[in-house]
C-alpha cells in the first residue's frame, strides 16, 4: 500500500497522489509532500525511490537489508533507519514481541517512509494531519519530529505493561512461586534486552539530529529533536530500572525456593531424627544371630560375641563417619 499527501499553503489537502503528480509536488519547493510505503515489494518501490534521485546504495539500504538505527547524510537529503517495538499479546508466561525496521527520507520539500509492518506511529500522524494541517505548516523536517515522536511515545504503553508485570511477579515470588514464575521472569528479561537494543543506537540518531548540521533540518527545529532524545534517554534509564527489578525478583524467587526447600529437608530431617531410635532398637533386637531355641533368653544373646561385635561396628561406624565428614569441612 502506498499513501500520500501533499499539502500547500492555501490550498486543499491532496490525498494518494499518482506517480505523476507526486513528481511534480517534489519539483514544487512551496509544499510539504509525505509518501508511506507500506509492506510493498522492492519492485514497485523502487522506481519511485529513484524517481526521487535517491542513491543506489540508500535505496538498497532501505528496500534489502537489515539494520540497527542509524543516520546517513546524502547532502541534500538525510536517510534514517529507526526500529519500532510493540507487542502482539500478553500472557502470564509468554510476551510475543514484534520489532521491525522504519526507513525514513527527508529531503527539503519532502518526506519518504518504509516499513514491511503497519506502525501504528505513522497511522496517528497521518490521521492527525487529515484533521489538522498546521503540523505541516512548519515544513519537512517538523513532520519527520512528529513521526519520530510518535514512534518513541509509543514505547510507553509498552514500558506500563512490563512494570504491571513485574509488580505482579514480584507478588507472587512471595506468596506463591512456581516454575510458570520463572518462565514469565525470563520471558520480561528477553523483552527488556530487545527494547535495549533499540533505544541505545537511536538514542544516539536522534542526539546527531539534536546537534549536527543537516543542510534539510532548520537550526530552530533541532531543539524538537532533543526534546525525543531527552524521552530516550529517560526510556533507556526506565530499561535499566526495569531489568534491576527483574534481576532482583529473580534472586528473590531463587532464595524463596532454596528456602522452601530447607524448610522440607528440616522436617524430613527432624521425622528421621524421631524414627533413629526405634529403627536402632528394632534393628538390633531384630537380628539373629542364632538359631533361636524355645529355652533361649535375650540375656543369653547378649553374651554372645558376633553380637558385641555387631554392637561394637555400630558405635565405631558413625565416629569414623563424624572424623571424614569434619576432616572434608562438611560439619
Not at 524430613?268 to 533361636?292: E, Y
Amino acid at each position: 500500500m502506498i499513501r500520500s499527501i501533499y499539502y500547500q499553503t492555501g490550498k486543499p489537502l491532496q490525498t494518494d497522489l499518482e506517480p505523476a503528480s507526486l513528481q511534480k509536488a517534489l519539483r514544487s519547493r512551496r509544499g510539504v509532500l509525505w509518501v508511506d510505503f507500506v509492506g510493498e515489494p522492492p519492485e514497485t518501490c523502487q522506481p519511485i525511490f529513484e524517481s526521487f534521485g535517491f542513491h543506489p546504495l540508500a535505496i538498497d539500504d532501505a528496500l534489502q537489508e537489515t539494520h540497527s538505527p542509524k543516520i546517513d547524510d546524502w547532502g541534500n537529503y538525510i536517510y534514517l533507519v529507526l526500529n519500532y517495538m510493540h507487542l502482539n499479546g500478553r500472557e502470564k508466561d509468554h510476551w510475543e514481541t514484534e520489532i521491525d525496521e522504519l526507513d525514513i527520507f527527508l529531503g527539503p520539500n519532502y518526506v519518504v517512509t518504509h516499513h514491511d509492518l503497519p506502525v501504528p506511529a505513522i497511522d496517528t500522524v497521518l490521521t492527525s494531519i487529515q484533521r489538522d494541517q498546521r503540523v505541516l505548516h512548519d515544513g519537512a523536517d517538523h513532520l519527520l519530529y512528529k513521526i519520530m515522536d510518535n514512534v518513541v511515545t509509543n514505547y510507553m504503553p509498552i514500558v506500563e505493561r512490563i512494570d504491571e508485570e513485574i509488580d505482579e511477579i514480584e507478588d507472587q515470588v512471595f506468596d506463591r512461586p512456581t516454575p510458570r514464575t520463572l518462565e514469565r521472569l525470563f520471558a520480561l528479561k528477553r523483552v527488556l534486552l530487545a527494547m535495549r537494543r533499540i533505544l541505545l543506537p537511536q538514542r544516539e540518531v536522534l542526539n546527531k539530529l539534536a546537534r549536527d548540521d543537516y543542510a534539510v533540518i532548520d537550526q530552530k527545529d533541532r531543539i524538537f529533536f532533543r526534546d525525543i532524545y531527552d524521552h530516550l534517554v529517560r526510556l533507556h534509564d526506565l530499561n535499566e530500572t526495569m531489568r534491576d527489578l527483574v534481576g532482583g525478583a529473580l534472586d528473590t524467587y531463587l532464595s524463596v525456593i532454596n528456602n522452601r526447600m530447607n524448610e522440607a529437608m528440616k522436617t524430613l530431617a527432624i521425622i528421621t531424627t524421631l524414627f533413629m531410635p526405634l529403627s536402632f532398637i528394632a534393628g538390633v533386637f531384630g537380628m539373629n544371630f542364632f538359631l533361636p531355641r524355645p529355652d533361649d533368653a535375650i540375656w543369653e544373646l547378649m553374651q554372645r560375641p558376633v553380637f558385641y561385635a555387631v554392637i561394637l561396628a555400630m558405635i565405631v561406624t558413625p565416629i569414623l563417619m563424624y572424623q571424614w565428614m569434619r576432616k572434608r569441612t562438611w560439619v
